[in-house]
């Protein structure tokens, strides 16, 4: 079965980049579908950061574009996100995903604080 | 960016009973609607995609309709694993964009 799986630091510092890496099992990124970030700031909702499709269109949610990257690495079947110059407002579980989503990774909390 | 609208903003139901929680867009999403489930320290959870189809292994209790900016999710009777958040997303367009939620609860 499809699984995603993040991973990366838990607490970043003001004005650092955050750094996250999704790892895939049980589907092969390069075969299709559409792979990205979403986040949800704690009590809050949720929001798409970016994503791609493995033909190599990326897109990127206007509200963060100037600090975001994200990128794949198919001979790992992993994918990342950096966000960069990052503030108080950034602090939220992030979460990687397949498709419309169909298939969530479990989340992981990131914090920025000093 | 095409703001989705959920409404009520919060729902008490007693077990047993019907929920209907609704969404709207901003202009036409077409039938690119998708509706997940989320519940404490949980990811959500797809229920309904492209309006009004079932995922895979969600129950027929659950069900969707609308197209265009109008839509709506139902729960038949309701039981006590429903209570929970509920999220609509459009996908039609770049960036998909989610509603604020709808949280579900006990009367």
């Known amino acids: 079965q499809v699984q995603l799986q993040e991973s990366g630091p838990g607490l970043v510092k003001p004005s650092e980049t955050l750094s996250l890496i999704c790892t895939v099992s049980?589907?092969?990124?390069?075969?299709?579908?559409?792979w990205g970030w979403i986040r949800q700031p704690p009590g809050k909702g949720l929001e798409w950061i970016g994503g791609?499709?493995?033909?190599?269109?990326?897109y990127y949610n206007p509200s963060l574009k100037s600090r975001v990257t994200i990128s794949v690495d198919t001979s790992k079947n992993q994918f990342s996100l950096k966000l960069n110059s990052v503030t108080a407002a950034d602090t939220a579980v992030y979460y990687c995903?397949?498709?419309?989503?169909?298939?969530w990774g479990q989340g992981t909390l990131v914090t920025v604080s000093s | 960016e095409i703001v989705m609208t959920q409404s009520p903003a919060t729902l008490s139901v007693s077990p047993g009973e019907r929920a209907t929680l609704s969404c709207r867009a901003s202009?036409?999403?077409?039938?690119?609607l998708a509706w997940y489930q989320q519940k404490p320290g949980q990811a959500p959870r797809l229920l309904i995609y492209?309006?009004?189809t079932r995922a895979t292994g969600i129950p027929a209790r659950f069900s969707g309709s609308g197209s265009g900016t109008d839509f709506t999710l139902t729960i038949s009777s309701l039981q006590s694993e429903d209570f929970a958040v509920y999220y609509c997303?459009?996908?039609?367009?770049?960036?998909?964009?989610f509603g604020q939620g709808t949280k579900l609860e006990i009367k």
């Open positions: 995903a397949r498709g419309i989503p169909d298939y």
């Open positions: 492209g309006a009004s």
């Open positions: 791609f499709f493995p033909s190599g269109n990326t």
């Open positions: 049980g589907y092969s990124i390069s075969s299709g579908y559409f």
């Open positions: 202009q036409s999403v077409s039938s690119n």
């Open positions: 997303q459009q996908y039609n367009n770049w960036p998909r964009t």
